[in-house]
């Protein structure tokens, strides 16, 4: 069974920095992809960042380019989110998700329970 777990959320100011971890076992899949998104209540849930199998492309959405870096590291299981000059629009509960088909996240994937993030003037 896969096991998700994420972490470092917290509350920060307008234009502070947050790092989200995100660790994943019971993977027995050779090789998948990793994503983090997020979502606010009443409102759709964004693709924030997804990084394809090797973690040597990632995909952001526009509203997070230039502020948010995600960087993967197989040998320990583990995607983080480096979040830059965050904004009140960055609030949110954070997943990180495993996906072995790198498609179709709901059905595929696997998640964790996500980490909420506060951003505040």
């Given at each position: 069974q896969v096991k998700v777990v994420e972490s470092g959320g917290g509350s920060v100011q307008t234009g502070g920095s947050l790092t989200l971890s995100c660790t994943?076992?019971?993977?027995?899949?050779?090789?998948?992809?990793?994503?983090?998104?997020?979502?606010v209540p009443g409102k759709e849930r964004e693709e924030v960042?997804?990084?394809d199998r090797d973690g040597s492309t990632v995909t952001?959405?526009?509203?997070?380019k230039g502020r948010f870096t995600v960087s993967r590291d197989n040998s320990e299981n583990s995607i983080n989110l480096q979040m830059n000059n965050l904004k009140s629009e960055d609030t949110a509960t954070y997943y990180c998700a495993v996906d072995p088909l790198c498609s179709d996240w709901d059905l595929f994937g696997s998640w964790g329970q996500g980490t909420q993030v506060n951003v505040s003037s």
């Open positions: 994943h076992s019971g993977v027995t899949y050779s090789n998948y992809c990793m994503g983090w998104f997020r979502q960042a997804l990084a952001y959405i526009d509203s997070v």
